[in-house]
């Protein structure tokens, strides 16, 4: 009698002609089990002995299904080519702790089969399989459905999100005593969308404000956007390639919105490889723009002077440990060792190295499934040899997943070894330029626009102080004209102005293709949106217009203005 199948292992089996294309069959069929790729992977290193933990074994659990329902041999001759087909949910479970507990998806056997066996990519395929079941574990689903409702992988709100890039933009003002620095959002045209892990706002945000600086100081035209910004994917980790295209697709959406020339990646192995590599094809989609890590903007930065570095500034020993994703998926290898010899003085290598290296043991998104802990920190043995050997005391990698696997790992294996970015060192090693004390607001013209005499001589002061050329105009008309004849960088705009109002003004402005990118800064008594006498709000939804660069309610004070005017000037779209 026919075995019963639990519904399942019928959804699966069903499934399967989807999930393995034809370059997964030829594969699937290349294998002439030569046992080479046996003892590169981490986890038969740790685990002698244990042929569950072999490449081709681990492979050989959909290859098994493949002949059974795929390929005509199975139908044949089953007990000849080991076809087997999967009945029971126990069986399911069997599989996802081989899938998911037993490879991280490194790629390291798939280097060295002579044959081409993409080992990495059926554990992929099954993944997907497991995961169009329900079948994974707890944290799996956890992160996906995250970056499925929420739009990011670590659940962070989008309030949380650009309150987070406004505290670090006031640390950097104040660490670097600059209140020219900002953390642009949504600029318009910018040559720089950047875009960042999750993991950076809720653990690490000393990392935006990093990049931002040597963004800043390099004189950078970028931009982060309020949405589409976590470039990682859980789509590559758990097989399901609707998840990869559509969270590929908001980034791409936020650089079209904003116009943006160029993505930049922030350091993230498994991020770099589903946006600039697979997810223009999960998510079908050809993209204008150009996509770098930041890794190659950062060299570039300093290669061409664009920022200033002394390597002395970092004299700990350090080694390189390359991402998986990055190394022998993407082949950045060189990039990363050039920048870190320019930004330190004693890099050691780690051996093997680039493409050979071995992973962190947290990739493949192992550092979310916590059942699999103690197997994941028994096979990074080999990678704990591999750092104690070098000496160094600070490893660097290019991903911050690769930071909490190898965090995990020093910790086990008690090591005393710190673990850095290379954007970490990159700030470190910065050098600021100084400058002549310039006054925030010199080579600016701004046009204050006021009905009221000596509010206009009052805000005239202030900014005249900081440097800025000033224009006045006490109504609508006359700003009009002193826009059109003295093309300000910037405006204060009161909304209560005799005959024609500040409302219509600002409409006029925003509607011109000339003058639409000039900032303004509301300045009036009623500049509060919930103040009835003047629905501001309601009128720019009405006209479908964008929010003011500012928005102050008087009385202003010197510091409140000059702050609110640096950050619109730094928000424009042009800037000096
Ligand atoms: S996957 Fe490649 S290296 Fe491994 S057993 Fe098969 S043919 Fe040999
Ligand atoms: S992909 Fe990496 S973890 Fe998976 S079997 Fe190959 S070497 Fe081992």
Redesign the pocket.
Known sequence: MAEQRSYKAQKLIERLPAKVNRQAMLSLEACVHCGL?TD?????LANPGDLT???AY??DRLRKLFKAHLDWTGKVFPWWVGAKSIYTDAELEELKDTVFG?????????LNCPMGVD??SF?RIARGLLVHVGVMPDGVAAVAKDQWEIGNQMGVLPEDYLDTIQWVEEELREEYKDPSISIPVDKEGPDVVYAINPREVKYDPRTIGEAAAIFHYAGENWTMPSQGWDMTNFGLFNGDDELGGAVAGRVYDAVERLRGKKLVLSECGHGYRSTRCEGPNWARRDLPFETESAIITMLRYVKEGRIKVDKAKNALPVTYHDS?NMARSCGITEEPRELLKLVCTDFREMYPNRAENY?CTG??GAMSMSEYSARRLK?AKIKADQLRATGAKVVVTSCHNCVDGLFDLIRHYKLDMQVKLLVNLVSSALVVPVRPRVKPLSGYRILVVDDEPDVRVYLGRIFEDHGAEVVEAPDANQAMRAIVQQKPDLMTLDLVLPKKTGEKLYWELKKDERFKDIPVVVISGYARIDFPKIDFAGFLREKGLSQPEGFLEKPVGPEQTIAAVVKALGSAKTGK
């Open positions: 790729c590169q992977c981490h986890y038969v933990y072999a490449p681990k492979a037993k490879c991280t998806n490194c790629r390291r056997c798939s080992m990495a554990n998986c992973c990739g493949g096979s």
